[in-house]
């Protein structure tokens, strides 16, 4: 959103905040069968806005920013790079302008384009901490984990040194996210622990991912005795679901209460949780119903090889055993 001041704003301005009331209307609307087309004309309506703007200050980086979002959007991507050229040109002087000018471009040119953003950052700033995250984290998208992990690496560093440790729960999750790329397990687990101050969504992925590295390891008993010690702040239905999933990956009978079997019976979408109860149920004997959500659950992580390909590649592995196991049997 653009950012406002008390002082007056030029038309050009005005434009701009016209073409985002457009583009991103309050209330959201409610989706229908018509969405797509709806979305479409706002975007072309806004777009125009944006133009418009630029027509009356060529100078206001913020009109093709804007604009470059918006074209990127509705699919002209050289459009959109056009015009994130022309903003960067201009130099802006907010920093998160440059990760909005980034979005265009391949990998190695945002890295760059963030570089200029940080620059601009305040030392120690949360300005600072987010580009730079973001930074580190293009790297993940070429595969070049180690990189990725030094780049995090130096933030980390960077920020202990001027004595803002405590808001480093992200970066240590994505180092240990990045180690757990690399199959560096225990030295993914100290980075996330290192994360386990966050009481928000990171914190609770990188209990649920400290809890994934010992079971890597296979040290399923490690895995129950870091479940247990979390649990207090998870949600009490996954540390249900987590513990029957860690007994089924042994080789003991396990037993399923009937209110906790009827809930995996139940419809579910292709997700991580489906896959852990699919794997309870091939252990309960249910293969009718385990087997195609393995199999969906397989086909959902190797049609995104980027994210979940990489982030569920052990599940993936176990996934295609369990079904080869469940055959051939």
């Not at 120690?124 to 780049?151: I, K, N, V």
Request: proline share 4%; charged share 30%.
């Amino acid at each position: 959103m653009v950012r406002r001041s008390r002082r007056t704003l030029s038309r050009a301005e005005q434009l701009i905040a016209e073409g985002e009331e457009i583009q991103y209307p309050k209330p959201p609307r409610r989706r229908s069968s018509s969405d797509s087309k709806e979305n479409a004309d706002r975007i072309r309506r806004a777009i125009a806005k944006y133009s418009e703007a630029i027509k009356l200050d060529p100078l206001l980086a913020e009109a093709y920013i804007r604009r470059a979002g918006a074209r990127r959007r509705s699919g002209d991507q050289r459009g959109a790079r056009a015009d994130a050229r022309m903003a960067y040109g201009l130099r802006p002087s907010d920093p998160m302008d440059y990760l909005l000018i980034s979005f265009p471009f391949p990998w190695n040119e945002q890295r760059r384009i963030l570089r200029a953003g940080i620059a601009r950052a305040r030392r120690g700033s949360t300005d600072h901490l987010f580009l730079g995250t973001h930074s580190a984290h293009t790297y993940w998208y070429e595969g070049r984990f180690d990189l990725q992990l030094r780049a995090t690496l130096r933030l980390i560093r960077h920020f202990e040194a001027i004595g803002k440790s405590r808001s480093l729960a992200g970066l240590h999750y994505q180092a240990g996210i990045a180690l757990i790329a690399m199959a560096r397990y225990t030295d993914a687990e100290r980075h996330l622990r290192a994360a386990f101050r966050n009481r928000s969504t990171t914190g609770m992925l990188a209990r649920t991912s400290a809890i994934e590295c010992r079971i890597y390891r296979d040290d399923l008993r490690g895995a129950l005795e870091i479940l247990e010690q979390v649990a207090p702040q998870l949600d009490q239905s996954l540390v249900t679901l987590t513990r029957a999933y860690i007994h089924a990956l042994g080789p003991a009978a396990i037993k399923v209460p009937k209110v906790q079997r009827d809930r995996l019976l139940a419809p579910d979408r292709a997700s991580r949780h489906d896959y852990m109860g699919a794997v309870v149920l091939l252990r309960l004997g249910l293969a009718n119903v385990a087997a195609p959500r393995l199999r969906r659950f397989i086909k959902h992580c190797e049609g995104n090889p980027r994210e979940w390909g990489v982030t569920m590649r052990w599940e993936i592995a176990k996934a295609k055993e369990l079904l080869a196991g469940h055959e051939s049997g």
